[in-house]
Each structure stands twice: as C-alpha cells, then as structure tokens.
C-alpha cells in the first residue's frame, strides 16, 4: 500500500454534508462537537513512514486514525464502524466527507491497526492526541494523574498441563502441516493421527495419576521428535522459525527434562511460576495473573486519568 494523500490538511467539511448535518443536528453531537473543537485531530505525515512508495493507494491514514478514536467512543465492532462511515451523517462530518461517499470496507481498520503495531507507531494516536489536549488547556504540564490496572480475559480455554502440552503439539503440527504437509506426512508415525488428531480434552484422558504421568512421557517424546526432525530439517530451516514451534520449545523446556537427559514430566515444584509459563498455545502472551482477590487468565491492562481539581478528567 503507498499513501498519496496529501500530508498536511484538515479535510474541510463539503458544503452539503455542513448542511445535512446541521439540519439534523441543530445541537450537534458527541461526534461533531469532536470535529468541531478539534479539528480532524490528526495529519498524514506521522504516518507516512508506514506506508510504501509503490503499490495501490491507501485510504488517508488520518481519516482511518480518527475513525479508530470514534469507533472506540462508541464501542463498535470494525464492521459497525466501517457501516457508520457509509451511513451517518455526523461521521462524515466530523470526517470531512460527502454525501455520497461510499465509505470502506471494515477489514481496512484491523490492517491499518496491524500496520501501526507492525511499525512501532501505536502510541502516536495518544501522543497526538495529548498535543490537541494541551493546545486546548484540558491538561497541564506535570499535572495530577493516577494510574489503575483493570484485568483482561484472554480468548482461550483454560488448560490443565496435560491438556496444555498435548494441545501445544497438536498446534505445531497442524501449524507445520499447513507450509509442509508432504514433508510432515513422510515420516510422521500413522499412530500420531489419532493421537493428536482431535482436540486434547480432560474428559477422554486417563483418570489415574500414573497413567497421566505416562501419557504425558508419550506426549513429551513425541513432541522431542518433531523438535529433533525440524532441527535435522536442513532443507527447510525456516521451519524452527514457527511461532507454534517457538512456543513448543518453551512449553517443553518447561515442563520436561530434555535430552541427552531421560525424558521426564517435571514436578510441580521444579516449574517456573505461573506468571511465566505460556498457558495456552494460543495465545502465547496471555499469563496467569492476579490482583487482590481476583485471578484470571489474560492480560492486565493500565489506566491512566488526570486528576486536576480545575480541569476534566481525561
């Protein structure tokens, strides 16, 4: 994608959208009152290291910026905030649109978000952000502020160990199964297809403590196998580069001894704290977390607010 919209600009409102806006809205709105003490909030030009010199015109990544902070006011999904574009006045108001804009697809938002974690940028909404602010006297330098941490669910089952190394190498090879099935199919062992086959869950392993402890042994060597056939691999060395790989080394280096050592599922006490350890396979990032009386699977969020007596708290 190149950008070839201008970079400076704050994209005048058309004459009818002005009229059309303001005859439904003789008040205004959250949305133009954003646009109208604010501008367009953002320029093109912080942006412009994001986007190539070739390749087909991108949408302005301003007008994609401040549909992010609209979309956010309002808690809509891509696709609702995508539809608002297209059919509400005051949208196309405070983005200095027309009428008749037909407006964008909603995958446009998670590739432009995708592109600003991709170069680094995302906390350059917030910084632009934070200038208008200043710029209108709504925060001061070195101002009152407090900071709260909120928790976040990750979107994952919650897994016992068993079921976490059984369904860590049951996503690497599915992983690998994608970019080299007849690679995987040569040697993988026919009793691996039942095995890992289908998803590994509580209710179908066995019951008895010992034979928990052998089958994770079995899972344990097989998941050695596939690291040592990937290593060996020297025709396909972006292989170990796999997320899904990446993560079953560390799931594995976690929870068992490794070669030239026995095999051996590790005890409890010898794990790294749960903090530390990747709880499910997908989503590496998530951990186990806790604050007060309250624990969870996820992330922890932090919140920052102004808290000067005089002025909003943002």
């Not at 196309?92 to 432009?112: C, I, M, N, Q, R």
């Not at 101002?143 to 160990?161: K, P, Y």
């Not at 344990?220 to 025709?235: H, K, P, R, S």
Request: proline share 7%; with cysteine.
């Amino acid at each position: 994608m190149s950008m070839h919209e201008p970079l400076f600009g704050d994209y005048p409102i058309p004459e009818e959208t002005q009229q059309a806006a303001r005859a439904a809205f003789p008040y205004g709105n959250n949305i133009m009152r954003l646009r109208d003490a604010f501008g367009m909030l953002f320029q093109n030009y912080p942006f412009a290291g994001l986007f190539s010199h070739e390749g087909q015109p991108a949408l302005a990544p301003a007008r994609l910026a401040l549909v992010t902070i609209m979309q956010f006011m309002e808690d809509l999904s891509d696709r609702q905030a995508a539809d608002s574009v297209r059919d509400r006045l005051s949208w196309k108001y405070a983005l200095g649109l027309p009428l008749t804009d037909p407006g964008f697809d909603h995958t446009v938002l998670s590739e432009f978000r995708a592109r600003l974690m991709a170069g680094s940028a995302e906390e350059m909404l917030l910084d632009s952000l934070l200038v208008r602010f200043q710029e209108q006297g709504l925060i001061k330098a070195r101002g009152r502020q407090r900071t709260d941490s909120t928790h976040v669910l990750a979107a994952v089952r919650t897994l016992n160990r068993l079921e976490r190394v059984g369904e860590t190498l049951r996503f690497a090879l599915n992983s690998v199964a994608v970019v080299a099935p007849e690679w995987l199919r040569s040697w993988v062992p026919v009793r691996w297809f039942d095995r890992y086959g289908k998803r590994i869950d509580n209710y179908r392993l066995p019951k008895a403590e010992r034979d928990r402890e052998t089958l994770a042994v079995v899972i344990g060597t097989d998941g050695f196998t596939l690291l040592t056939a990937i290593d060996t691999a020297t025709d396909l060395p972006w292989l170990g580069e796999l997320e899904a790989i990446k993560t079953l080394r560390q799931v594995w280096a976690d929870h068992y001894s490794a070669p030239p050592e026995p095999i051996a599922w590790r005890a409890p006490k010898e794990l790294p704290p749960s903090g530390q350890q990747i709880a499910s396979p997908y989503d590496p990032q998530a951990r186990w977390s806790g604050k007060r009386d309250i624990e969870w699977l996820g992330y922890k969020v932090h919140f920052t607010e102004t808290c000067d007596e005089d002025l909003p708290r943002l």
